[in-house]
C-alpha cells in the first residue's frame, strides 16, 4: 500500500498536469471545465486518495474502521480547495506571488484535511500527537502544495509533465507520512459505536477502485476535448485562409 499510495498520487498528478496546461483558452479566459478535471485529480487523487491509501498501509494490532461522512467531507474538501487554488493561480497571468499565497494557503487545508482523515480513524485507542512533528508537516504541506502549484502552470513538455508529477507525489506524500510519523496510537478499549463507517479492510480498495474510475474518466475527457480543440483550430485556420484567398482574388 505505501508503494501504491505513491504510483496513485503520481498518476493523479499527471493527470492534474495535463487539465492545467489547457486551463486557459486561446482568448486567455479560464475553462471552468479543465479547472474541474484539475481540482478532481489534485485534490481528489493526488492528496486524497494518497492519504487514504497511505493510511491503509500501516498496520495496527486491532480492527480499524473509517467514519463515513467525515472521510467524504475531506474528499470534498480536497477537491474544494484545490479548485479555488488552480483557479486563483490561472485567472490572470502567472504570478509568483499569487502562487506562494494560495499554496501556503492549500498546504494548511491540506494538513487540515490530512489530520481529519486520521481523526476519521474508529479504533480501540485514542490519538497522541507530537507538536513538532505537526508543525513540520503543515510546512511541509505548504512547501508542497506551492512546489505543485508552480508545476502545474510551467512544466511545458511531456517529459517535464512526467517528472513533475513524480515530484508532486513525493511532494504530497512527504507531508503526508511526516503527520503519520506524529502521531501514536494509545490502545484505549472502546464501546461499539453506532456511527456509519467503512471497515478499514475494504477501504483501500474503494479508495483505489475510485480513484481509477475518476482518472479513466478523466482522461476520456481530456481526450475528447483536446480532439474539440484541434477542431475548432482547424476550422478557424481554414477560415483564416479563406479568407486571405478571397482578398487577393480581389
Known amino acids: 500500500m505505501f508503494v501504491l499510495s505513491f504510483i496513485l498520487s503520481a498518476l493523479g498528478a499527471y493527470v492534474a498536469l495535463e487539465a492545467t496546461s489547457k486551463i486557459r483558452n486561446e482568448d486567455g479566459g479560464l475553462r471552468v471545465g479543465y479547472v474541474l478535471v484539475g481540482a478532481l485529480a489534485l485534490g481528489g487523487v493526488t492528496i486524497w486518495g494518497m492519504q487514504f491509501l497511505g493510511m491503509a498501509a500501516q498496520r495496527y494490532p486491532f480492527a480499524v474502521a473509517y467514519e463515513f461522512w467525515l472521510t467524504f ?3 470534498v474538501m480536497s477537491v474544494f480547495v484545490a479548485g479555488i487554488a488552480l483557479w486563483y493561480v490561472g485567472k490572470s497571468t502567472f504570478s509568483p506571488t499569487a502562487c506562494v499565497i494560495s499554496g501556503c494557503a492549500t ?6 484535511v490530512n489530520y481529519m482523515g486520521m481523526d476519521a480513524v474508529h479504533t480501540q485507542g485514542v490519538l497522541s500527537w507530537s507538536v513538532i ?13 506551492t512546489l505543485s502549484l508552480w508545476l502545474a502552470f510551467n512544466v511545458q513538455s511531456e517529459a517535464q ?4 508529477s513524480i515530484v508532486m507525489a513525493l511532494s504530497v506524500g512527504g507531508s503526508h ?17 453506532s456511527t456509519l463507517v467503512v471497515e478499514g479492510t475494504y477501504l483501500p480498495y474503494i479508495v483505489f477502485a475510485l480513484c481509477l474510475a ?3 474518466v478523466m482522461r476520456l475527457q481530456l481526450a475528447r476535448a483536446a480532439r474539440a480543440y484541434q477542431k475548432r483550430l482547424e ?3 481554414n477560415e ?3 479568407s486571405r484567398d478571397t482578398t487577393n482574388l480581389g
Open 235 to 237: 476550422i478557424r485556420m
Open 107 to 112: 498546504g494548511a487545508v491540506m494538513a487540515g
Open 177 to 193: 507520512y511526516i503527520g503519520v510519523l506524529a502521531c501514536t496510537f494509545i490502545y484505549v478499549p472502546k464501546p461499539g459505536e
Open 240 to 242: 483564416l485562409l479563406d
Open 133 to 145: 512533528g505537526v508543525v513540520a508537516s503543515i510546512v511541509v504541506a505548504a512547501v508542497a502544495a
Open 73 to 75: 467531507l475531506t474528499f
Open 161 to 164: 509533465r512526467r517528472t513533475a
Open 214 to 216: 475518476m482518472l479513466g
